[in-house]
């Protein structure tokens, strides 16, 4: 969305009557070229408990290194799956780029497997191919909804995935006005609650950023954490950089 704005391809400067939350309105651009609808987080750790002892069982980042947990860690891969990319950049930002890089290495060496997408990783831990996925948190909880022996666990920071709406800039007239009820109308109490209905297994469990908006029971089960945003002004441009560096450092 950033790069499409920087284009002077995006309707900026409009937001309809919205009541933002804390959360949403630090997510929302100051020149209003897109808005956030709703948030997941790229980096949730899912468990399999049934497999995992308790002493095993991961609660940050640091915890992935254990020798317990070689070979029994999976993700997706960065340059193919939509959320991983913003999970690495998210790992790369706490810890700092040559600490989050030498994290990732000490991953590889301690067995991590890199699968294409979510639906590979999940499908991976559902045969015991591995014991821990670290997937978006909305393909997380629900996938955990059909297997109470999954628990998801959320690193501290967790880093924050906005799915946003934009408006083409060359929309004019009735299309434009169309297109702009259309953002409203999800932005609205019925359209988020048309959201979240949508899909009970995976995109519906997304955090709400509209006030009163109360999330899904599976994704209000989520833990409380700190949340990390990613400056797309920043990270967008690095994206094709981070991918290759993973891709000849981590996958091969």
Request: net charge positive; with cysteine.
């Amino acid at each position: 969305m950033r790069v499409i704005a920087s284009r002077h391809l995006l309707d900026c400067g409009w937001t309809p009557a919205v009541d933002y939350t804390a959360q949403g309105e630090a997510l929302l651009p100051a020149d209003r070229c897109y808005l956030p609808v709703g948030m997941t987080y790229a980096d949730a750790l899912l468990v399999n408990t049934a497999r995992l002892a308790p002493a095993a069982r991961p609660q940050s980042w640091g915890d992935l290194e254990r020798p317990a947990l070689r070979g029994r860690v999976g993700m997706n891969n960065p340059a193919i799956s939509g959320p991983a990319f913003p999970m690495v950049a998210g790992v790369l930002q706490a810890m700092g780029d040559t600490a989050g890089q030498s994290y990732f290495s000490r991953l590889k060496a301690n067995g991590l497997r890199v699968y294409p997408t979510n639906s590979v990783t999940l499908r991976a831990l559902q045969f015991g191919q591995i014991d821990v996925a670290v997937v978006q948190s909305s393909a997380a909880v629900g996938f955990a909804s059909k297997n109470p022996a999954l628990r998801v666990v959320l690193p501290q920071p967790a880093t924050a995935l906005p799915s946003n709406l934009a408006i083409g800039v060359h929309a004019v007239g009735a299309n434009r006005d169309a297109a702009r009820r259309f953002v409203a109308f999800v932005l609205s109490p019925a359209g988020q609650a048309a959201l979240q209905q949508g899909d009970a297994e995976a995109d519906s469990n997304y955090m709400p950023l509209v006030a009163g908006v109360k999330p899904t029971a599976a994704a209000a089960a989520l833990p409380a954490v700190q949340v990390q945003r990613l400056d797309p002004t920043q990270w967008g441009p690095r994206e094709a950089a981070v991918d290759a560096w993973f891709t000849a450092h981590v996958v091969r």
